[in-house]
């Protein structure tokens, strides 16, 4: 059944993709998109900047694979998460060499590196959502379609000069993650650090698109380009926050039925509401003897 469920989720999938590539245009990379506020060169670098601003994902994401290995410090209760998150961490590496490599000299060629690393992060982020909020299974035997589906976006981009595959690639998580952080029950606590990090991308965005007003505003300071890349590096460090403080939630009630409760209890001058209950089905809960 599982099995069957599966692959319907990847059918349906797949053919809304190749309804969007009908109905769409093509969106070719513009190479304006290289040219960023901030070109000083300090120490020999070029474009100093926007370079060493990588560097706190090369931090994290060494540490996020450290806590994912050192006595499973992450508590992770299956394979298929670690797996997860190790792909996570590996991208977040990655991204500080690959954006630091493109940002010594833009162009489409080293781009490439750039945006690699990137969905491998977006991907395995998301077979990890499915694996806690979905089903367990389903969202392991995801892993591998989902990173191949990213590496695939952008080898598209690279040969046909077609963004499309690879803005559904960045954006569906950017939408579909905040929105089942809400609705869905998560197996485990801290549901609300997903949020906090889906905010910080969102900030990240604002500032990539602002690059050369923010560099204005701040009177040749610092660009947005580069604060986007600070505000970016945000996201895994509020993850890994909320892997090293989060349970496993008993009662496994969504951010949805927790904020109505909580409304409510409000509304009613803070008397207990007992109108709403969850049950939790997934974990077993063993009693003392």
């Given at each position: 059944?599982?099995?069957?469920?599966?692959?319907?989720?990847?059918?349906?999938?797949i053919l809304c993709f190749i309804v969007l590539m009908i109905i769409t245009p093509k969106i070719p990379q513009?190479?304006?998109?290289?040219?960023?506020?901030?070109?000083?060169?300090?120490?020999?670098?070029?474009?100093?900047?926007?370079?060493?601003?990588?560097?706190?994902?090369?931090?994290?994401?060494?540490?996020?694979?450290?806590?994912?290995?050192?006595?499973?410090?992450?508590?992770?209760?299956?394979?298929?998460?670690?797996?997860?998150?190790?792909?996570?961490?590996?991208?977040?590496?990655?991204?500080?060499?690959?954006?630091?490599?493109?940002?010594?000299?833009?162009?489409?060629?080293?781009?490439?590196?750039?945006?690699?690393?990137?969905?491998?992060?977006?991907?395995?982020?998301?077979?990890?959502?499915?694996?806690?909020?979905?089903?367990?299974?389903?969202?392991?035997?995801?892993?591998?379609?989902?990173?191949?589906?990213?590496?695939?976006?952008?080898?598209?981009?690279?040969?046909?000069?077609?963004?499309?595959?690879?803005?559904?690639?960045?954006?569906?998580?950017?939408i579909a993650i905040p929105l089942m952080t809400i609705l869905l029950p998560s197996m485990y606590t801290h549901?609300?650090?997903?949020?906090?990090?889906?905010?910080?991308?969102?900030?990240?965005?604002?500032?990539?698109?602002?690059?050369?007003?923010?560099?204005?505003?701040?009177?040749?300071?610092?660009?947005?380009?580069?604060?986007?890349?600070?505000?970016?590096?945000?996201?895994?460090?509020?993850?890994?926050?909320?892997?090293?403080?989060?349970?496993?939630?008993?009662?496994?009630?969504?951010?949805?039925?927790?904020?109505?409760?909580?409304?409510?209890?409000?509304?009613?001058?803070?008397?207990?509401?007992?109108?709403?209950?969850?049950?939790?089905?997934?974990?077993?809960?063993?009693?003392?003897?």
């Amino acid at each position: 059944m599982r099995n069957k469920r599966c692959m319907l989720v990847w059918g349906v999938a797949i053919l809304c993709f190749i309804v969007l590539m009908i109905i769409t245009p093509k969106i070719p990379q513009s190479e304006e998109y290289h040219n960023f506020a901030d070109q000083r060169q300090f120490f020999g670098i070029p474009n100093f900047l926007n370079v060493v601003s990588n560097f706190p994902f090369f931090v994290i994401g060494v540490i996020g694979l450290i806590l994912c290995y050192y006595r499973n410090y992450f508590r992770l209760r299956a394979q298929g998460e670690l797996w997860g998150w190790t792909c996570f961490f590996v991208g977040i590496a990655a991204v500080a060499f690959g954006s630091s490599y493109y940002h010594l000299k833009p162009n489409d060629a080293r781009l490439v590196w750039d945006r690699l690393p990137m969905t491998v992060a977006f991907t395995s982020i998301f077979s990890i959502f499915i694996i806690e909020r979905v089903d367990e299974r389903i969202g392991t035997l995801s892993i591998f379609p989902l990173l191949l589906t990213g590496v695939v976006s952008v080898i598209y981009w690279w040969f046909f000069d077609d963004l499309r595959p690879y803005a559904l690639v960045q954006f569906v998580p950017c939408i579909a993650i905040p929105l089942m952080t809400i609705l869905l029950p998560s197996m485990y606590t801290h549901s609300l650090y997903w949020l906090w990090a889906a905010a910080f991308y969102l900030i990240a965005k604002v500032e990539e698109a602002a690059d050369k007003s923010i560099y204005k505003w701040t009177h040749h300071i610092v660009s947005g380009h580069t604060l986007k890349h600070l505000f970016a590096a945000m996201v895994p460090v509020f993850l890994t926050l909320m892997l090293a403080k989060r349970v496993i939630e008993i009662e496994r009630p969504s951010l949805f039925q927790t904020w109505r409760i909580s409304w409510t209890k409000v509304k009613e001058n803070g008397e207990t509401v007992e109108n709403y209950s969850y049950t939790y089905t997934s974990v077993s809960v063993e009693e003392s003897q």
